[in-house]
């Protein structure tokens, strides 16, 4: 079992930064591959992010490739996403989630745990 907190999300202006923490605990943080997924209202939920357990793979949406950066610290068993130039597109529901395999993977059906989910809103 692997319990998932999120924090970190908020209300920002278009231009913004935000960064969410997610606090994995329950089992070995450092061998699963981590993953950060949004959903907004009347949308489907989709990919944002994922790491590999060492870090050395990671991979990003198209929508967010070079303004949103995922990383991870094995030591305090937390993964961020840092979210620069937000966008009100960018408005949603994020949610941290831990996969059960070392390997970064794009497909939420994949993961098998998942956080309660934190608000981001951008406003223009």
């Known amino acids: 079992q692997v319990q998932l907190v999120e924090s970190g999300g908020g209300l920002a202006q278009a231009g913004g930064s935000l960064r969410l923490s997610c606090a994995a605990s329950g089992r070995t943080f450092s061998s699963i591959a981590m993953g950060w997924f949004r959903q907004a209202p009347g949308k489907r939920r989709e990919f944002v992010a994922t790491?590999?357990?060492?870090?050395?793979?990671?991979y990003y949406a198209d929508s967010v490739k070079g303004r949103f950066t995922i990383s991870r610290d094995n030591a305090r068993n937390t993964v961020y996403l840092q979210m620069n130039s937000l966008r009100p597109e960018d408005t949603a529901v994020y949610y941290c989630a831990a996969d059960s395999t070392p390997w970064a993977n794009t497909d939420p059906q994949e993961y098998d745990y998942w956080g309660q989910g934190t608000q981001v809103t951008v406003s223009t």
């Open positions: 790491i590999s357990w060492s870090g050395d793979r990671i």
